[in-house]
């Protein structure tokens, strides 16, 4: 196994309500990422996190929160989901930032 | 502000032709660049980086900094090398930009 699960892999919303995406770990890594996955968009970087407690902002950070309250889980959190919203989110892990990416296996998400 | 632009959303071939996806990066200092893939219900995976300057599945990536270029190569291509090809940079080590992805398709 990669060492990095996501949870739900699939999920169905409605519009406005409250979403959290989970990503673990078993690798102890580092750093930790989210990524969106739009056709024409490629992956497009949410959030990430270089460590507990310390997140920054990708270029897409707008609508989304993220939390990592210990090392193994990084949370992503819609706050008021909205049909823009509706994509693939990928989590990726490393120990070594941008050299050693393991991605997970997607979460699908609709907002309808 | 740093970019990866991949030109092209779908390559075509057929099996044993030679095959290039373009990827061209905005940046003005010296980046490493990186080339991904995504099989089929697969995760993405590094497929090579330009600073190790290895061959994997008989893919080959030059940096060109004159023309800022890190177009991905392989001679002969296989069914099997279809997937989406994903370009990444990065400029300070701590993340990956990736480009918007090219799909390769490879028919027998």
């Known amino acids: 196994d990669a060492g990095i699960t996501q949870s739900p892999r699939h999920k169905v919303t409605e519009t406005g309500t409250p979403v959290t995406l989970r990503c673990h770990q078993t690798e102890n890594h580092r750093y930790m990422y989210w990524y969106r996955q739009d056709p024409g968009h490629g992956l497009r970087l949410i959030h990430y996190s270089y460590g507990v407690k310390d997140t920054d902002k990708g270029e897409v950070s707008d609508g989304y929160s993220v939390s990592r309250s210990k090392t193994e889980d990084f949370l992503l959190t819609l706050e008021s989901a909205t049909s823009s919203q509706t994509s693939v989110y990928f989590c990726?892990?490393?120990?070594?930032?941008?050299?050693?990416?393991?991605f997970g296996s997607g979460t699908r998400l609709t907002v309808v | 502000a740093q970019r990866v632009t991949q030109p092209e959303k779908l390559l075509s071939v057929f099996k044993g032709a030679p095959v290039e996806l373009k990827c061209n990066y905005s940046y003005s200092g010296s980046p490493e660049l990186f080339w991904y893939v995504q099989y089929s219900r697969q995760r993405l995976q590094l497929l090579l980086r330009h600073i190790s300057r290895e061959s994997i599945k008989g893919f080959t990536a030059d940096l060109n900094k004159g023309e800022t270029s890190f177009h991905l190569k392989k001679p002969f291509a296989q069914e099997e090398d279809s997937a989406m090809y994903y370009c990444a940079l990065t400029k300070n080590t701590d993340k990956l930009i990736f480009g918007t992805g090219t799909r390769l398709q490879v028919f027998p």
């Open positions: 990726a892990i490393s120990g070594e930032g941008a050299y050693g990416y393991t």
